[in-house]
């Protein structure tokens, strides 16, 4: 039996004493020990029992406390007879089972502290509520609450605590950019919109989950890019949403695990990170071991806000070293490549996109003007630029199709990415907050302005137009203008659809930022094709071709469909008060994070 351990440690101190005392005699039998000590009194004790009161049990002269002590040496006598009395087997047992329950009371304990709400001054604006007034708008927002019931209650029935949940062979599912284990992304991913949503008993699921077995320590190979959007983001989001301290300590613990990353010549993070050993390194594919512009050019508003809610600049710091960087290495054009080295500090090939591989980059030029409070002049000027640059040099019209383009070296590449959709929404936002200054071909600033919120409705337009004209109503992840083709997808790999959220995302800026009905009317037509085409038995899938009414499914419900593509329709939906865009930005995973104050 092991008594090495303390006493009190079990809950068991008398237990464990008795079987000490006895084990230095084991031959001694149990009526031998039992007997002469606890059994009999001496006749000083009898003395002193006779000289009692009746009243108050009180020798002459003695305190409560005294008497107190008396009766609890009595009691442990009492006990100790008892235990004695027993089969050593049996005392094992009580043992065993006292230790046992000990044990579970010191977790109970433990989670009830870890499930204790400290809420930090944040002061939200708007952050739940916005419950349309029109009864018809009100149906359809009734109706994406109960599609995000749908999503939440088939990962919560088959893939609770895994990454994400296949919801036609009902199983967890992990990608390879969450490493190898359980973190939960679903979860940290969807937790701010079921608040968002007024959905308190699922949002408290999700809270109670994250506080009691949230742990990021994932095997393999992680990415800083999605880590950063989904995780750190996911926190910082309802954090703000909600002052819960507890999602900010969980924010700033993925953080530190990050930094490692960021060690390098220039400042400029590598790809990705492992954990276990915290090396890093890049993907091989990316021209010549470069890092990604859209990972490492999207971590500011995170880590900044991170800084500001903990106090710790260091996060923040790592955004000034990448933000100099960048800024010293700028090109003429204005443009900015997909790939740049991190040890060198160059620019890789010369290959530009506001889809896949470039596009949150210029989104988080825009929205660190707009989370600063349109304060940081050098990346209002960045952004102007860019966007300037974007519309010279990537935008086409083709019979009536306004696009974005891609450029290689100096021929341009005439598709664009799904992915690039969500530009017709950054375009119309840094339009309607005015971001553009009076510059070049355009000396008015209030007409460039309105130009750029033009672009991006046009640019929307093609888009939505890419959904309208597949038998699903969905759009295909790449599509094309060659020939006859026009915002249709030529290969087979291209007419996927993965529950994407970013045509969406721009119909709900356009709608805030213009009003036109028409952005709800498109909105909900994309919403009743995801829900006829996506929808299984456990939650939303994405599909592999959307020109086929037949087309199987990918067996994947994305965490980010949850996080974004449901949020944008359900805030399409709602009253301007909720989530207000003069108080909020939105990470480039659809998290919510507030404008710091001037």
């Not at 100790?80 to 089969?87: D, I, M, P």
Request: contains cysteine; aromatic residues 10%.
């Amino acid at each position: 039996m092991e008594t090495s351990a303390s006493c009190s440690e079990y809950g068991t101190p008398l237990l464990l004493t008795v079987l000490l005392l006895t084990a230095k005699n084991p031959e001694q039998s149990s009526d031998e020990s039992n007997d002469l000590q606890l059994e009999k009194k001496s006749d000083a004790e009898i003395e002193v029992d006779s000289k009692r009161s009746p009243k108050t049990n009180l020798v002459e002269g003695e305190s409560p406390d005294q008497k107190k002590t008396w009766e609890h040496e009595n009691e442990l006598l009492r006990d100790v007879k008892n235990v004695l009395n027993k089969h050593p087997a049996q005392v094992k047992d009580e043992i065993a089972k006292e230790k046992e329950q000990h044990v579970e009371q010191q977790k109970a304990k433990e989670s009830q502290e870890k499930l204790k709400v400290v809420v930090e001054p944040v002061n939200p604006t708007g952050g739940q509520g916005g419950i349309p007034s029109d009864p018809d708008v009100k149906m359809k927002q009734d109706f994406i609450r109960d599609m995000m019931r749908h999503a939440w209650g088939g990962y919560k029935r088959y893939a609770w605590g895994a990454n994400e949940v296949r919801p036609i062979t009902k199983k967890g599912h992990s990608a390879g950019i969450f490493g190898y284990g359980n973190s939960g992304a679903t979860i940290v991913d969807a937790i701010d919109t079921l608040h968002i949503m007024g959905l308190s008993e699922e949002y408290l699921e999700a809270r109670n989950w994250i506080a009691l077995n949230f742990k990021f320590d994932p095997r393999g190979d992680i990415s800083i890019f999605e880590t950063n959007i989904r995780f750190i983001g996911g926190f910082l989001s309802i954090y703000a949403l909600t002052g819960d301290k507890m999602f900010r300590i969980k924010a700033e613990d993925v953080a530190r695990k990050l930094l490692p990353a960021f060690d390098t010549p220039t400042g400029i993070p590598k790809s990705l990170i492992n954990l276990k050993t915290y090396a890093t390194k890049n993907y091989p594919w990316a021209a010549g071991g470069s890092s990604i512009l859209s990972e490492f050019g999207t971590l500011q508003l995170e880590m900044e806000y991170l800084s500001h809610v903990s106090g710790d600049p260091v996060f923040a710091s790592k955004i000034k070293q990448i933000n100099s960087h960048i800024k010293s290495i700028r090109l003429d054009s204005n443009l900015y490549s997909n790939f740049l080295n991190p040890n060198t500090g160059k620019w890789g090939s010369a290959h530009y996109s506001v889809g896949a591989l470039g596009d949150s980059f210029y989104e988080y030029l825009l929205k660190g003007w707009l989370f600063h409070s349109q304060t940081n002049s050098d990346q209002r000027e960045m952004y102007d630029s860019a966007a300037t640059a974007i519309k010279q040099n990537l935008v086409q019209i083709k019979d009536g199709f306004t696009y974005v383009a891609e450029m290689k070296g100096k021929n341009l590449v005439h598709k664009m990415d799904h992915l690039a959709c969500f530009v017709g929404g950054m375009f119309a936002l840094g339009g309607f907050f005015n971001v553009h200054e009076a510059s070049g071909y355009i000396s008015d600033a209030k007409q460039k302005n309105e130009e750029f919120v033009k672009l991006g409705a046009d640019v929307t337009a093609t888009c939505h137009q890419s959904y309208t004209q597949t038998t699903t109503k969905i759009g295909p992840d790449v599509f094309h203008f060659e020939g006859k083709n026009l915002a249709t997808a030529t290969r087979a790999n291209e007419r996927i659809y993965l529950l994407r959220p970013e045509v969406i995302e721009s119909y709900f800026i356009l709608w805030r930022t213009t009003k036109d009905p028409k952005y709800r009317e498109w909105g909900w037509e994309a919403a009743q094709a995801i829900e006829r085409h996506c929808r299984q038995e456990a939650g939303y899938s994405g599909i592999k071709d959307v020109t086929n009414t037949m087309t199987a499914a990918d067996d994947v419900q994305q965490s980010f469909f949850l996080a974004e593509t449901l949020k944008y329709l359900y805030l399409l939906f709602s009253e301007d008060s909720l989530i207000p865009l003069d108080h909020w930005v939105f990470n480039t995973e659809a998290h919510p994070l507030p404008i710091l104050p001037s």
